[in-house]
């Protein structure tokens, strides 16, 4: 059939469910835009900046499998690389789609605007294939192709990819294929499948205490149910790292916490580290991931990749880790096991009062606040350190850019990406004011499409987890003391939002215990140097890797202390 180039892209993007696109229209991409106004789908969701949109994005992405944005040439996609750069260590599956210069432009050479000024051949696409697993420039000669392969690699490997469309060719027409794009993963290689199910197989059944311990990929490539079935039916214990908090469910009696090496509870360490069958899923040693490299993990290990096996002595390549997963389950389907109970919901002893509001305080509220299905968007610092330590309820989903890319300001547009791909769910943003401050904006995106979410922002003066690695009571670690509150009443005329400022935990109580019909923002407003144990305990760790011992952190008074009653745990 006939069709323009842009039509077919956008059909391509709709045909693999991306039902919102995400973005900063630009010359160079209104060509494409326009032809998304006359189709009308997917949904245009214009964001204040492109770095907002690449957050939204990615946070879209991982609640609904894939996702897109289009920017404009140079200035656009320059300003969005570090939010593709965060998916691509992240593994998160976003097509940046980037309206480019005319294609006659690029043929004579001609210097344009939002370029280098240079003959812009390809410098771009040199740029990005450091940070995304594929780029094209599309031309009518390579369209069908090279747009199906760039989304199917973005689905497939779970990372970004780069497409740039010159902004004189989406109306030309092309013969382009009727039928739709399928996503489907490359079949794995049978006889290293069957020899690895085999291999796998072995060591469960002779093992006495066999293991799972998840990265994201577990999240990424939605292996979670796989590896819940395997854990009850050879009783395997299951920990996750940091960074994959939510892959496995808080409430199954097969969890024993988070992993993080020496920091790890005695119990979650002994079940990993003294595992005689350990499987590994998406395992890397990412410094703030393992406890600073104090990961001790058997030499037996089997590493389970997204599209390889590794483990002492043989390696398995082209086994794709669903197809494995489930062909153990297949190949053991004669072992039946009991399933043991839930465990139930867990709730904290908190007794409200008019004391100044604390982090102890103001966590306990959050645990009990939380609900079954809740989407729980959480920045990096003193909020995702809170955060760690509490139980997510059944079938919730945790989204954060903390523990690797570490980008603060991702929560806040991650927040919007999250709501417009999970609506009828309960959304709740757990930041702080900091990092509000770098991404702010893009609240009054989600005011203008009558979103309501939670807010929580936590305001104590500045950068907390700064302050608990060096510069207690520098100057660069302090902010502007904005009125928060008063915020969604600025990014809107017509929209209004519940907005509250709490200083003790009986007004926080309160605002939680109360009905509420809209977006609900509470400020929260804490003393500077109270900061939850985990951020210390990180933060002084992360000063002794990045600066040496001894370090700046070493003089008086440098960092955040611990306090009085986990100074000898500490030490």
């Known amino acids: 059939m006939k069709e323009t180039i842009g039509n077919f892209l956008l059909r391509r993007l709709q045909e693999v469910g991306i039902r919102h696109l995400f ?86 050479g001609d210097l344009m605007h939002h370029t280098l000024a240079d003959r812009e051949k390809g410098n771009l696409c040199r740029m990005f294939a450091e940070v995304t697993a594929a780029q094209a420039r599309v031309t009518p000669e390579n369209a069908v192709a090279e747009i199906d392969r760039l989304i199917l690699t973005a689905w497939r490997q779970k990372r970004p990819v780069y497409l740039e469309l010159p902004s004189d060719i989406p109306y030309l027409e092309i013969e382009v294929p009727d039928s739709p794009l399928k996503l489907a993963m490359i079949p794995s290689e049978a006889k290293s499948l069957k020899a690895c199910t085999e291999m796998i197989l072995e060591r469960l059944k002779a093992a006495k205490s066999p293991a799972f311990l998840l990265d994201i990929d577990a999240m990424r490539f939605g292996v979670s149910r796989q590896i819940m079935e395997l854990a009850e039916r050879f009783h395997m214990q299951v920990a996750t790292l940091n960074c994959a908090k939510g892959a496995a469910p808080e409430s199954s009696p097969q969890l024993v916490g988070t992993y993080a090496a020496i920091a790890s509870s005695p119990a979650t360490r002994e079940a990993i580290e003294g595992s005689d069958c350990l499987l590994t899923v998406g395992y890397r040693r ?33 086994v794709y880790v669903a197809e494995l997963l489930q062909s153990i389950i297949d190949s053991s389907s004669g072992i039946v096991t009991k399933k043991q109970p839930a465990r139930s919901s867990k709730q904290l002893t908190f007794v409200p009062s008019d004391d100044p509001l604390t982090q102890d305080a103001y966590w306990k509220a959050i645990q009990n606040f939380l609900r079954p299905g809740d989407v729980i968007v959480v920045e990096d610092g003193a909020s995702s350190a809170g955060m760690g330590r509490l139980t997510l309820p059944e079938a919730c989903t945790y989204i954060t850019g903390a523990f690797v890319w570490c980008s603060i300001g991702y929560a806040t547009p991650a927040l919007l990406g999250a709501i417009l791909a999970s609506p009828g769910r309960r959304h709740i943003l757990l930041t702080g004011e900091g990092s509000l401050q770098m991404t702010v904006q893009e609240l009054s995106t989600v005011m203008r499409h009558d979103l309501k979410p939670f807010i929580f922002v936590i305001n104590n003066s500045g950068y907390t987890v700064e302050r608990a690695v060096l510069g207690k009571d520098a100057e660069y670690n302090d902010v502007a003391n904005w009125r928060y509150s008063e915020l969604p009443n600025v990014f809107s005329r017509d929209k209004k939002a519940e907005t509250h400022v709490v200083q003790t935990s009986n ?65």
């Not at 140079?74 to 980037?98: C, D, K, M, R």
């Not at 104090?294 to 043989?314: C, F, M, Q, W």
């Open 23 to 108: 973005g900063v229209p630009g010359d160079y991409n209104l060509g494409l835009m326009q032809q998304l106004e006359d189709r009308g789908e997917p949904a245009w969701i214009g964001n204040c900046n492109e770095l907002n949109a690449s957050y939204a994005t990615d946070a879209y992405a991982r609640i609904n499998g894939i996702g897109a944005l289009i920017v404009t040439h140079g200035v656009g996609t320059l300003s969005a690389i570090n939010g593709i750069a965060g998916a691509y260590s992240e593994h998160v599956p976003v097509i940046l789609l980037s309206g480019s210069l005319p294609l006659r432009a690029i043929q004579r």
């Open 507 to 571: 007004e926080l109580q309160k605002v939680l215990d109360s009905r509420h019909s809209g977006m609900v923002f509470v400020e929260s407003v804490m003393d500077k140097y109270d900061a939850p144990i985990d951020l210390i305990v990180g933060g002084h760790a992360l000063a002794d890797s990045d600066y040496g011992v001894p370090g700046p952190q070493s003089a008086a008074n440098a960092q955040i202390p611990f306090p009085t009653r986990h100074s000898e745990r500490a030490a």
């Open 286 to 318: 990412v410094e703030t991931t393992v406890g600073f490299f104090t990961d001790r993990l058997p030499a037996s290990a089997i590493h389970l990749n997204s599209d390889g096996v590794d483990t002492a002595g043989k390696n398995y390549q082209g």
